[in-house]
């Protein structure tokens, strides 16, 4: 039982508050009898007090006097007890003891009674029974005021005692009383019936209170037990079930660990699950790792301020959102850099709902290679087989876009258009393999003479053309010039000496970019025409 020490410890609660209850029960039941007994105990006191203040009443008068009559003889016991009135009435003497005496004997209550008694009376009525006896050498020789015996299912007895005052001493004298001496008492008799039925009643209530109690206590016990033992088989089932989903959970990250594509979920902005080709391309072992060091997957993402491009919010929408929203009308992609260079990838995401939370599947399938590749095509479907300069195609592109900054910058923006003269007699007369060479190291020549951020292209056959950013006419035909006197002091191994016509053209602005190559076009057929080896600006 793996919840030993919870039962254990159910169990000796349960003991403890059961114990606690009787203990508790018991001592409320002592409490309730006791009150009960000190009602009885009041009771006798009260009794007591009243015929002690009948005694000193009589005893501060040194007794009373009372007609005699035929039921009321002297006391045999009492000296001149008998007293004769002027009218012929005879008095007899009541002393405190007789009157106590006498008022016992006239009361008539079924359940009380109560009489004087002494150690060394001198009425032998007045002789002390055995509680009497007990009582009266109780309260002797421990000095005290009252004595009291209760007894099951018997008479309640108690002995109030009757201290010696000096109006006491005249008639005792003979017996040797002593002022403050306890020579005899009071002993007052209550009928318990009442007393012990409410005893028997408060027992069988505590009794009955004891059951409820112990039944309510065992039940709850009870309950609590079968509630550990749910608690455990819920657990254990718990457990299985744990088993269950991280073997399942292992076998989905072997799944995905599987997969040569970045493959992560997402719950709202935050990653749950990656593979470990994520976690190899950031050099992190486990995700917890990853986000203890980098926090955010967005923050590798390279800003490009295009929509295609994935940054961390793209117009305030969080990036996840966006890439499910958006990447069925666009390719979605992402830059990231590592070890210095550039990583591309291609995004996609589902969305599933999982206990009313929306989870994201991601994935980033890397594209640098096939970008690469695409981009080397693109090159070289335009460039010059020939010349490795830009063709005629590619030119047009940048020339638009060269037209576009200038009109934007308001900056100068010229065109250098030139032509290898008498070109064909060369091909005629040395071949084409001479031509080819002339070719190349012509535009050897002009690589070599412009700026980095011009344009140059070979236009088709033996012509050249420059795109000159932020530069006059004047500056451009300097350039010309410097460029045709280059190729016409230049030893070529074949073919001998060679010269160029160059045209120049400064573009106007909201010019077409069609009459902006037309008119370099005619300025170099301008040269060409004028004699050949210059240059002419238009």
């Known amino acids: 039982m793996k919840n030993i020490s919870k039962y254990a410890l159910l169990y000796t609660s349960f003991i403890i508050l059961l114990f606690g209850t009787v203990y508790t029960t018991e001592i409320l039941k002592d409490k309730s009898i006791d009150f009960h007994k000190n009602i009885l105990i009041k009771q006798a006191q009260t009794h007591f007090a009243d015929q002690v203040n009948i005694r000193d009443w009589s005893s501060s008068f040194g007794g009373v006097y009372v007609k005699a009559n035929d039921t009321l003889k002297p006391n045999p016991y009492l000296k001149d007890n008998i007293l004769k009135a002027e009218d012929g009435q005879v008095l007899i003497k009541v002393n405190p003891a007789w009157m ?16 004087i ?16 006896k ?32 000096p109006s006491c001493i005249s008639c005792h004298v003979e017996q040797g009383y002593k002022v403050g001496a306890i020579e005899g008492g009071i002993s007052i008799g209550i009928d318990t019936t009442n007393h012990n039925y409410l005893t028997l009643y408060i027992q069988e209530k505590i009794f009955y209170l004891r059951v409820i109690v112990a039944i309510l206590l ?48 997402a719950k709202g902005k935050r990653l749950i699950l990656a593979n470990k080709t994520m976690l190899r391309f950031f050099n992190c072992s486990s ?25 961390t919010y793209i117009d305030g929408e969080h990036w996840v959102s966006y890439l499910y929203r958006e990447q069925n009308n666009r390719e979605i992609k992402i830059l990231m850099k590592k ?7 291609k995004a996609h995401s589902k969305k599933k709902i999982i206990d009313n939370k929306e989870v994201y599947i991601i994935i980033f399938d890397e594209i640098t290679k096939e970008l690469q590749k695409i981009k080397t095509l693109t090159e070289e479907a335009s460039k010059d087989a020939l010349t490795n300069l830009f063709n005629r195609g590619k030119f047009d592109d940048v020339l638009s876009k060269e037209i576009s900054l200038a009109q934007t910058t308001k900056s100068p923006l010229c065109i ?3 032509d290898i003269d008498h070109f064909k007699v060369v091909n005629d007369t040395y071949g084409h393999n001479v031509g080819d060479y002339i070719l190349i190291e012509i535009a050897n020549i002009l690589k070599s ?8 292209a070979r236009w088709g056959g033996e012509e050249f053309i420059i795109t000159l950013q932020s530069t006059t006419a004047e500056q451009a035909l300097i350039l010309a010039n410097k460029i045709r006197k280059i190729i016409e002091h230049y030893h070529f191994k074949n073919g001998g000496k060679q010269t160029v016509s160059i045209g120049v053209t400064q573009y106007i602005c909201h010019e077409s970019q069609s009459a902006f190559t037309k008119r370099v076009d005619e300025a170099l057929y301008e040269a060409k025409e004028t004699g050949r080896n210059r240059v002419v600006t238009k």
């Open 449 to 456: 003479a412009i700026r980095q951020g011009d344009f140059i």
């Open 100 to 115: 106590t005496r006498q008022i016992s004997q006239f009361i008539d209550i079924d359940d009380f009674k109560f009489r």
């Open 416 to 418: 250098i258009f030139l």
């Open 287 to 311: 995700l917890d790792e990853f986000i203890r060091k980098h926090v955010y997957l967005s923050n590798f993402f390279i800003d490009m301020k295009n929509e295609e491009f994935l940054s």
């Open 117 to 132: 008694v002494g150690l060394n009376p001198i009425n032998p009525e007045n002789k002390a029974n055995d509680f009497e």
């Open 218 to 265: 065992l039940s709850i016990t009870l309950l609590l037990h079968k509630q550990i033992k749910d608690n455990e088989d819920l657990v254990d089932e718990i457990s299985d079930k744990g088993k269950e989903v991280l073997s399942t959970k292992m076998l989905l990250q072997e799944v995905i660990d599987a997969d040569h594509s970045f493959l992560m979920v």
């Open 134 to 165: 007990r009582a009266l050498d109780y309260l002797i020789k421990n000095n005290a005021h009252e004595y009291y015996e209760l007894k099951e299912n018997a008479i309640f007895n108690y002995m109030g005692a009757l201290v010696t005052k």
């Open 339 to 345: 070890d210095n260079k550039n990583r591309y990838f």
